[in-house]
């Protein structure tokens, strides 16, 4: 049971406090077969069926809801030196990137060695927008593990990998989801998934 089940369970008096803390979501891409980069770690597959297909800017309409990020060093490194090395995407966003690495930090993006889960306890107690964790699998599975994501943005791409990074590669106890909305658009199918009351996943 989480830090934050916990208190509700202690403080009944609090629940409509605690009711309205931030939301922290997952919002990602993955294969058909589950995984969110190919062996190599490559996101190049990260497409529709059709080339000139039709598309849907879920992103956008996400990310209108978050002020704060929430990544690991790989996703960093991938962003920083693949994917968008002239400028940082995330820009206007408060980024925490956790590394055990020493990095120096702007007023954007801060370096961080603490855990995930103190880091996220406090952060959602702030006033503030959602929480977006955006990788990788490893930042994921530790917060899933916690019961920690409140909702689940998955874009689920019309390819099979066969072999890679896997989404959710740990082995945490069930956690029950209700689905909020789907959609499908040129092969891709986005799910939206919140947290089931009473499911803490942990």
Sequence with gaps: MTKYKARKKERPGKI????????ISLFIAM???????DSRGGVDWLTGQKEDGEMIDTYSLFIRD????????NTYH??????????WIYEGLK???????EHLSSDEICFTDREPEELLEELRQQEGKKIWICGGAN???????KGLIDEYYISVIPTLLGDGIRLFEDKSTEQKLELVSTQNYN???????????NSTGA
């Excluded at 962003?79 to 400028?87: C, D, F, G, N, R």
């Design 95 to 101: 980024t925490y990137v956790f590394t055990h690495s």
């Design 187 to 197: 092969g891709i199918v986005g799910l939206v998934y919140k947290r089931r009351a």
């Design 139 to 145: 930042l994921v599975g530790q917060l899933r593990g």
């Design 16 to 23: 409509e406090e605690l009711n309205t803390m931030r939301e």
């Design 66 to 73: 978050v002020d704060t990020v929430l990544m690991g060093w």
């Design 78 to 87: 991938q962003i920083v030196t693949e994917l968008s090395p002239e400028q």
């Design 31 to 37: 294969s058909l077969d589950g995984y969110i980069a």
